[in-house]
C-alpha cells in the first residue's frame, strides 16, 4: 500500500512519514498543500492518501473533491485537528474512506491504516460515537420539541442517475448480485455504489438507506 501524506505543517509530517515508515508502510510522497497533493497524486497514484483539513490555499475538503473527482477508487482518509461536525460530514459526503484525529496514537493510527487496507472503516470509536449521535438527532431530534433538522436531499447529496437506480432496486428487495445483472454491473461495483450512497446520505447501513428511500417516496413501501 503506498501513502500520500498531505499537511502543511512540515515538521509534523517529516514526523509522522518517519512514524509509519517504523511500521512497516511505505510512503511514497509528501504534499504541503492542497495543489500540490493534486500534482504529486497525478505522478505517485498512490493507494491511499492522509490529508490535513485547515490548508491556506486549497483546503483539504476541496483537495479530496478534486482527487475522487479524478481518481474515484482511491481511498482518502482525513488526519485533522478539526472536531467540527461540518468538516466531519463534508469530508464522508464527498468520499472520504475515514475521518482521524490527530490526537490519535501510533498503535491506533497503524491499525486503522492497515483496517483501511481491508476496506474497513477508518474512524476511532470517538468519532464513530459522533457521526451515531448526529443520526439519532436526524432521526429524532435531541428532546422534545426541538427543532427537527431538515431532511438530507436527495439532490442535495448528488447521487448520480445510476445511485438512484441501484437505490431503488436494492429497497425493493433486489440482491446485490441481480441489481447488477440488471444494469451489466458485478456485485462488487454495486457495493462499492451503496457504500457510497450510504456516505452520501450520512446514513449506518443497508437498512436505514431502504427505510429513507420508502420515507422519500423514492419506493413504495413493501406488502409483507
Known sequence: ???MLVDDH???????????????????????SG????????ILKPDVVLMDIKMPDLNGIDT?????AEWPEMKIAMLTSSEEDEDLFD????????????????????ELLHGLENGEAFLTPAVAERILQNLKRLNTGEKEGARQPAEPDIEESHLTER?????EMVAKGVTYKDTGTAFG?????????????IELLHLENRSQVIAYAVKMGIVQKPHI
Open 1 to 3: 500500500m503506498k501513502l
Open 10 to 32: 512540515p515538521l509534523f509530517i517529516e514526523g509522522l512519514s518517519y512514524l509509519l515508515e517504523t511500521y512497516g508502510f511505505e510512503v511514497s510522497g509528501i504534499a504541503n
Open 35 to 42: 495543489k500540490e497533493a493534486l500534482e504529486k497524486a497525478r
Open 64 to 68: 479530496l473533491k478534486l482527487l475522487k
Open 91 to 110: 469530508a464522508i459526503k464527498y468520499g472520504a474512506s475515514g475521518y482521524l484525529l490527530k490526537s490519535t496514537g501510533a498503535k491506533e493510527l497503524a
Open 163 to 167: 445511485q438512484l437506480e441501484i437505490l
Open 185 to 197: 454491473l458485478t456485485e462488487r461495483t454495486v457495493k462499492y455504489h451503496m457504500g457510497r450512497i
